[in-house]
């Protein structure tokens, strides 16, 4: 039995950040509806990371929404919206992310939906949070990131800001709102009492900042200085970065430049032998081993470095990855299935598991993305939901 089996959560959110949360909840065993407009869906079925389509669907919706249940509803319907409320009252969970003021349009804002089921806890997603002068913008990954200042500490100092590859912002968002429901579940166990969690996209990737943003606030406001060459870390010094080698890439992260430098047979690191130079000189050291690390193989460095106990790793492809020990061993590709509809052959889609462990065991699911409404019917009978016709 999965830890969050016999809980209810409906989700409204769209794109990233809630849907990844109800995402981890339904991989825990929570029972996940995901409401929809009729026709349209969440816009995330249209959000293309590739041009890869799967049964009419972004590889993106089916990989964030798998393991869930469709309701297609239009909140400007008042039958919708009385099944709506109908499904509120018997759930243990609601999360939405539209921006500040448009669900109490709906009449569905915290204060509505907690006078209708006291116990729930509701689940609450923005760009910037609910007040401020930022709180109308678009909570869009790239415009979160920049406005944070996490660009700056990306890239080498010779290049303009460079913002994560990834959706970093929602994606944080979204597992900070699972630690919150979660929390907020404990509670209402011992307080019968539900709870409104917040979080915001902003809050999410400054807090993944905290590290460097407390030597900031705590260091005179001196701004972060990223190394010109092989920047990995604007705060950290020398030899912390990716280099070249004969045939590839090598990491090195923190450690003794003095005996990397014996190690390597480089005696000119030998002499950077104060701390202190590690981070005041690290472009003059860092410049060294681009020259130096670049006369053998990735093996051969990795041969000597690893059998020191020197921090150091090879730099993977995804094609590298999938094929090594290590990464199999993790048993970390499902496959899913979407049945065929119609004429349609079924869709087979490879993707991660949850990477949670409970008791030793893998959370795995086999229920794939659902279509639009795909469930709206079955569930109005289980619920007892009313409907147009009725």
Known sequence: MKPLENLLVVDFSQFLSGPSAS?????LGARVIKIERPGVGDLCRQLYISNLSLDGDSTLFHSINRNKESFAADLKSPTDLSAIRELLR???VMIQNFRPGVIDRAGLGYAAVHELNPRLIYGEVTGYGAIGPW????????????????PYINGDATQPPVPFGLAVADILAGAHLVQGILAALVRRGISRQGAHVEVSLLESVLDLQFEVLTTYLNDGGKPPVRSSINNAHAYLGAPYGIYTTADGYIALAMGSIVRLGELVDCPTLTTYNDPALLFDRRDEIKSILVHHLRQKTTGHWLGI???ADIWCSDVLTWDRLFQHPGFTALDMIQTITRPSDGDQPPVIMRTTRCPIRIDGELLTSTQPAPRIGEHTDRLRHEFSLTSATE
């Open 90 to 92: 018997r759930a243990d």
């Open 305 to 307: 470095l690893e059998s």
């Open 23 to 27: 995402l981890r909840l339904a991989d």
């Open 135 to 150: 709180a109308s913008k678009p909570g869009q990954d790239l415009l979160v990131q920049c406005l944070s200042g996490l």
